[in-house]
Each structure stands twice: as structure tokens, then as C-alpha cells.
């Protein structure tokens, strides 16, 4: 079966820097995106990533290698509406978005 | 800025009840997504649509249906509410870029008494 593993909350402190990880095994792979989703809103679009290597984004970047169907996502100079959860989702070879379960990052003063 | 719009954002309403909940977007994208999503969970794929009188369901068995008459309409019906349709659905749309990237509406909670 299709599956994305990420960890189920996080906790960081302000200011600091916060990698999430996400493995997937998926049939086929057309691209991996991150959302953030705050409590109770809508999830909204932060990185896509189709080939290997790292994309940077302001204070956030995301890093995917297809070899070992892993991703991570780079969060630095925390701040505390970084408070949310971060979603990570695939495009399969049917280009189905398969998603995972979402990790809640939980930032500290 | 993402124009794609739910309503009723909220809607408690008593069981067998029918309901519709209505998702419009201004982009002029083919591709519209219903998902479920319960506090914490993941998204679950109920129905899509990748055009005018195409709809398709999705990974999660679910006893709503969907039309799509217009481009930019893609309401969903749950014709008997029970408890168990308690939840958020959210609905997306995506359009012909080469990401695929989804836009969100901001969601219609119901609860189902």
C-alpha cells in the first residue's frame, strides 16, 4: 500500500532551527509538496520538490531525495505563528495526492 | 491570492437532515477536490473532478455526492446527515501549472447532532 510516515508533534524554541522529516512509499512519485496548516484554517502551500537536492525558501527549505523516498522540511529563526502543522503529501503515478498525517510544531518562547 | 470560497463555514444541524455544501472558485481551474478531515488527522479524498460533468470518488467511502454543471461550482450533498458526518470538509482546486500546487478553501465544519 501507498504510505507517508512523519512524527506526530515537535516542539522547537523561538529563534532556533526545526528539521521535520517525512519517508514515503508510494507507487509511482510525481513530485512532494509541504503545506502548513494552522489549527482550524485551511492547509496553504509552502514547497514542491520534483527532483533530488535542496529548494530554499526564505526561512524555509525543503530537501528531497527520490532514492530513499525521503524529504525533509527546514524551519530557521522560528517564530511562534510558525506554531502549526506541517503536511506532507505526494503525487503518485496516477497523480493522486497521497497525504501524510501532518507533524504539529509546537514553538516555545 | 487563492479565490476559491466554502460556504456555510459553519453548520450544526440534526440528523437525517439533507445539506449541501457549496465550494465556488474564481481561477478557472479544471481539477476540484472534497477532502474530509477530522482534528489532527490527515486529509482523506471523498470526490475530485477534473472538468465540467466529470466527478470521481475518492479513497474514503463516503455517502455524499457531487455534480459539476460549471467550472467554477462543485457543491457537495449529503443527503441524510448522520453523527458520523461529523467533521470538516475542505475543498480544493488545482489548475494546469506543472506543480499541481492545491488551493484550499477555508473549510465547513459540521456537526451533526
Known amino acids: 500500500g501507498q504510505n507517508i510516515d512523519q512524527p506526530t508533534e515537535m516542539t522547537a524554541t523561538e529563534g532556533a532551527i526545526v528539521q521535520i522529516n517525512c519517508t514515503y512509499q508510494?507507487?509511482?512519485?510525481?513530485?512532494l509538496f509541504w503545506y502548513q496548516q494552522h489549527a482550524g484554517e485551511a492547509p496553504t502551500f509552502l514547497s514542491y520538490n520534483v527532483l533530488d537536492g535542496l529548494e530554499e525558501k526564505g526561512r524555509f527549505s525543503s530537501f528531497l531525495s527520490r532514492s530513499k523516498g525521503y524529504s525533509y522540511l527546514l524551519l530557521k529563526e522560528l517564530q511562534m505563528k510558525d506554531s502549526a502543522s506541517y503536511l506532507c503529501a505526494v503525487t503518485d503515478s496516477n497523480y493522486q495526492l497521497i497525504w501524510g498525517a501532518g507533524t504539529k510544531l509546537i514553538i516555545k518562547p | 491570492e487563492a479565490d476559491i470560497y466554502q460556504t456555510p463555514r459553519y453548520l450544526v444541524i440534526g440528523t437525517g437532515k439533507k445539506i449541501t455544501l457549496e465550494c465556488s472558485q474564481t481561477?478557472?481551474?479544471?481539477?476540484m477536490y472534497w477532502y474530509q478531515q477530522d482534528p489532527g488527522m490527515e486529509l482523506h479524498l471523498i470526490h475530485y473532478?477534473?472538468?465540467?460533468?466529470?466527478?470521481e470518488k475518492g479513497d474514503l467511502s463516503s455517502e455524499s455526492t457531487v455534480s459539476r454543471i460549471r467550472t467554477e461550482h462543485f457543491p457537495l450533498t449529503l443527503e441524510s446527515a448522520r453523527p458520523s458526518h461529523t467533521s470538516q470538509y475542505l475543498c480544493?482546486?488545482?489548475?494546469?501549472?506543472?506543480?499541481?500546487?492545491?488551493?484550499f478553501g477555508e473549510g465547513s465544519r459540521l456537526t451533526v447532532l
Open positions: 473532478s477534473y472538468g465540467v460533468n466529470s466527478t
Open positions: 508510494t507507487s509511482g512519485f510525481n513530485g
Open positions: 480544493a482546486s488545482s489548475g494546469a501549472g506543472d506543480t499541481g500546487e492545491l488551493f
Open positions: 481561477m478557472g481551474h479544471d481539477k
